[in-house]
């Protein structure tokens, strides 16, 4: 590990030297000696005041991106979608109004702002409301995710029309446990363990018990529901005091567009706090777009056919997330795809989505400086930590870099330490 951080750092200090430092040199003194580390690690930098790519280190090879998806659903947000994230599609004929999802996960999802369009829409309307699924074309779970995660907070299920984000919310004190929804109140039984309370679905209904452990004065979770056409219904109707009706109905051209949320609301969210749920809906949202069909293989062949054809190294991309490790990107491709967002979005709308070193998002514990200066992504799986994104220097000059770390049995926070020290060399001495 030593001699990995050696070398690294003696990156950062040729770089500071670089007008009379060869390419040759820098590839020559830029080794990974750790057996732990050589095999499995890639890195590259690329200068963007120059528009050169400084340093490489297996940048061809294939490795799990983890949320690093994220990065690539993010572009297809910006490229497809407008100002606003679309919510359903509907159509009013005669009593009726009848509507399909697009996918938009922000319908009365606590963790964004919710600017309540689409529910005071639906509230106020005199019309009977029906519900159609007709154009959710895909599974519940991506492919390559681990079947045992559906228990997990950042895991719940793709719905063409989610509410409450597809979860339950728990919160227990003393000897009160309130659940939210309040529908599904009814739904949890209650136990004691041994160690340290817990909440568990059954995998195949929504049957959840709440395990009380023997020493927490106060315990909270959230744990994804199964979705089914009916639940949601009810769900809607449960909130909106109303009757909503499921339908089969196929998916009409002619229906009218109702819009909810700003897309950088939800942006900033997957980005920063890397929320799995809203990355899965809005990579539908924009198959929706292209498609009128929710499926997120149509999305992801539409952005490479029309977009990532010049990409050096084909994305292996089949969800918007990164929970699968189907996933393989290269090092330089996330570079590419880096450069591409930079050339939509103004610089300081876009650091402002992204987490930020020391300040917010999954990096606000580490990369800290008298100022932010590196704006970006993590990528996490057992065993995997990547990071990718801009690198602003002290100089004022900005980078764009990617780290990607795969199958080492260390301690996480060791890698961290050690991508922490080489990106910090870097903004200090260059």
Request: aromatic share 14%.
């Amino acid at each position: 590990m030593r001699s990995t951080c050696f070398f690294l750092l003696l990156l950062a200090s040729l770089l500071y030297s670089c007008a009379t430092v060869s390419k040759k040199s820098l590839h020559k003194s830029f080794k990974l000696t750790d057996e732990k580390f050589k095999d499995h690690t890639g890195f590259v930098l690329y200068d963007l005041d120059r528009n050169k790519t400084l340093y490489e280190y297996q940048a061809a090879n294939y490795f799990t991106p983890a949320s690093n998806t994220k990065i690539f659903t993010f572009f297809s947000c910006l490229t497809i979608l407008s100002d606003s994230i679309p919510a359903l599609k509907y159509v009013e004929r005669q009593d009726s109004l009848i509507m399909w999802g697009t996918g938009d996960p922000s319908f009365l999802y606590k963790a964004v702002y919710d600017n309540r369009r689409v529910y005071n829409f639906l509230q106020s309307t005199t019309l009977s409301l029906y519900l159609s699924n007709t154009n959710f074309k895909t599974t519940h779970f991506g492919p390559g995710w681990g079947w045992d995660d559906y228990n997990d907070y950042y895991s719940p299920e793709r719905s063409p029309f989610p509410v409450y984000g597809n979860l339950i919310s728990l919160h227990a004190s003393g000897n009160k446990l309130t659940v939210y929804p309040p529908y599904f109140k009814n739904y949890v039984q209650h136990d004691v363990d041994g160690k340290k309370s817990k909440v568990i679905r059954r995998l195949e209904n929504n049957e959840f018990t709440f395990y009380a452990g023997p020493t927490e004065k106060e315990f909270k979770a959230d744990v994804p529901f199964k979705v089914n056409p009916e639940l949601t219904t009810t769900l809607l109707a449960d909130t909106l005091h109303k009757m909503v009706r499921h339908i089969e109905r196929p998916f009409l051209n002619s229906a009218k567009t109702l819009y909810s949320v700003p897309g950088d609301s939800l942006y900033k969210l997957m980005m920063q706090e890397s929320d799995n749920f809203v990355a899965e809906q809005l990579l539908l949202v924009c198959s929706q777009a292209v498609s009128d069909t929710l499926q997120p293989d149509i999305a992801i062949r539409y952005i490479k056919n029309n977009f990532l054809h010049d990409l050096a190294d084909e994305p292996q991309w089949v969800d918007g997330s990164g929970l699968s490790r189907y996933n393989l990107f290269t090092p330089r491709s996330i570079v590419e795809m880096w450069k591409k967002i930079y050339k939509l979005l103004p610089r300081d709308r876009l650091f402002a989505i992204l987490a930020a070193g020391g300040r917010s998002g999954t990096i606000k514990n580490w990369y800290k400086g008298d100022r932010p200066y590196i704006f970006g992504k993590t990528g996490s799986l057992s065993n995997n930590h990547c990071l990718s994104g801009y690198l602003v220097a002290k100089s004022g000059r900005t980078f764009i870099f990617s780290f990607m770390n795969n199958n080492f049995a260390s301690p996480v926070n060791e890698i961290k330490i050690n991508m922490e020290n080489i990106l910090k060399s870097i903004y200090e001495n260059y």
